[in-house]
């Protein structure tokens, strides 16, 4: 198991750009395949980014395609998500996931995931 903790979010101007981080604590960091998940107002949780252990390979929702990137540093327990071009559509709670997964699988479902941090807001005004 391991703990995660989000920061980084805020309020935004569409177009503009935030960092998100994740840190992560009491387990191996290394052998977790990563996420990032949000969720708007009144909607269901919706996966946005996924990245495999070693960093290797990363994988997308269409919805942030070409705008988002996710990447860790194992080194330091961190996860990130750089977000460009924001759009309004993109306001939610953001939140990251792990699931313990040394072979360098990926997975978009929530329920592939076990341990989840406890969001942050993200706000983007139009």
């Known amino acids: 198991q391991v703990l995660l903790v989000e920061s980084g979010g805020g309020l935004v101007q569409a177009g503009g750009s935030l960092r998100l981080s994740c840190v992560g604590s009491?387990?191996?960091?290394?052998?977790?395949?990563m996420a990032w998940f949000r969720q708007a107002p009144g909607k269901e949780r919706e996966f946005v980014a996924a990245?495999?252990?070693?960093?290797?390979?990363?994988f997308y929702a269409d919805s942030v395609k070409g705008r988002f990137t996710i990447s860790r540093d194992n080194a330091k327990s961190m996860l990130y998500l750089q977000m460009n071009s924001l759009k309004f559509e993109d306001t939610a709670v953001y939140y990251c996931?792990?699931?313990?997964?040394?072979?360098?699988?990926?997975?978009?479902?929530?329920?592939?995931?076990?341990?989840w941090g406890q969001g942050t807001q993200v706000t983007v005004s139009s």
């Open positions: 996931a792990a699931r313990y997964s040394p072979i360098a699988l990926l997975f978009r479902r929530e329920n592939d995931y076990n341990d």
């Open positions: 009491g387990g191996t960091f290394s052998g977790y395949t």
């Open positions: 990245i495999t252990w070693s960093g290797g390979n990363t």
